[in-house]
């Protein structure tokens, strides 16, 4: 366990910046939320609801939120909860106030679009005095934020470490596992935002449930397939972080990446089918498909969804395309 007289702080205070540390306050522990708007940080620590991001969960009185970013000097271990295309410039902002060995926990699910880096590279590159973490597995906020119960993945580098951090951030009702595969757990959480839009696709135009089952399948292979290409184990990937939240992603227009998913289906334009909502799986499909084809792995789905986000192909195109392709084994 972290020094507990220190805080655990938050960076980014939407819908999971606030479910986080709404979850590490109900265990009486103290978190700092940070919000980049000072206004909003004001009028959320006097209501105590964050109802931008997530409207109808009442904080714990343990969640101190604030915009002062100083306040990640003192704290024990900081979570980045700020969308994986905003990470650099957040972390760039704030790299001078980390002290030196604090735990960076990633809890952001996607791949930097520009430089085709993961979340931990990218807080390797920006703040190289911290030790990178990341979090991922099924959970959805509004779950966390109120009590419901769910299990996800912590991974670091260095095991002692991740599981001082799992101790931390466990409950009775959000259940931390450890592990030191890295990789493995940031590659789960980044590709199924990507399987889950092409999850929603089949949904919304309505190509059945035996069509969706598949589709998991396949994708859960390539996903796998690219996993062991990068030398994250295989049997993380059918852990919390890659089958888990497979399953709840793939299956639920809870998923703000089924959802955008199934608008595509639906015909919605792409500039609206997010519905002004994050869908992180939009911006990552481009830079799996590049690091996937830099590895030599072949990966239809995501080249699929990337197609259809940059509105080169139809929706019908593009399943015509995922059905066409010629036959082969299955492994
Ligand atoms: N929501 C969920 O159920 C889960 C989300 N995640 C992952 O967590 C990450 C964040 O998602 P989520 O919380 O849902 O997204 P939201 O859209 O709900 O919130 C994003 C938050 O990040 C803030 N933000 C954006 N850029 C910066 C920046 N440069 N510096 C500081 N804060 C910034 C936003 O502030 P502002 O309002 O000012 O733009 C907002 O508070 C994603 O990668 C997502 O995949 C993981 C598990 C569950
Ligand atoms: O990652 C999540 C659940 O584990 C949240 O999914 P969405 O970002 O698709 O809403």
Redesign the pocket.
């Known amino acids: 366990m972290t020094d507990l007289d220190r805080p655990i702080a938050v960076?980014?205070?939407?819908?999971?910046?606030t479910?986080l540390a709404n979850a590490i306050g109900q265990k009486d522990r103290a978190a700092v939320l940070i919000?980049?708007?000072a206004e909003?940080a004001r009028t959320m620590a006097q209501t105590r609801e964050n109802t931008?991001?997530l409207p109808g969960v009442m904080l714990s009185p343990h969640v101190e939120v604030t915009a002062d970013q100083s306040a990640l000097s003192s704290a024990a271990a900081i979570l980045l909860?700020?969308?994986?295309q905003?990470m650099r410039?957040?972390l760039r902002?704030v790299a001078a106030l980390v002290p030196p060995g604090t735990p960076l926990i990633v809890?952001?699910?996607?791949i930097e679009r520009d430089t085709g880096l993961f979340m931990t590279d990218v807080v390797t590159e920006t703040v190289p005095h911290a030790i990178p973490a990341i979090l991922?597995g099924p959970?959805?906020?509004?779950d966390v934020a109120r009590g419901l119960p769910t299990a996800v993945s912590l991974a670091s580098a260095d095991l002692t470490l991740a599981a001082a951090l799992a101790q931390d951030l466990s409950s009775p009702s959000l259940r931390v596992y450890h592990g030191d595969d890295v990789r493995g757990v940031e590659i789960g959480?980044a590709a199924k935002?990507v399987l889950a839009i092409a999850c929603g696709v089949v949904y919304g135009r309505k190509l059945g449930e035996s069509a969706r089952a598949a589709l998991v399948a396949r994708g859960f292979a390539e996903i796998t397939r690219f996993a062991r290409a990068l030398d994250a184990r295989a049997e993380t990937l059918m852990g919390l972080s890659g089958l888990g939240d497979t399953v709840l992603s793939c299956g639920s227009n809870q998923s703000?990446n089924f959802a955008f998913g199934e608008a595509l289906g639906l015909g919605v334009p792409v500039a609206q089918a997010s519905g002004g909502?994050?869908a992180?799986g939009a911006f990552t499909a481009s830079a799996l498909l590049a690091r996937g084809r830099k590895a030599g792995v072949e990966m239809p789905v995501c080249e699929a969804v990337e197609a259809l986000v940059a509105e080169r192909v139809t929706v019908d195109q593009a399943i015509e395309a995922l059905m066409t392709r010629p036959l082969k084994p299955e492994a």
């Open positions: 960076l980014g205070a939407g819908s999971w910046g479910a919000d980049r708007d909003r931008r991001y909860a700020v969308p994986a905003q410039g957040a902002a809890c952001a699910k996607g991922s959970s959805f906020a509004d959480g935002n703000r909502k994050l992180e």
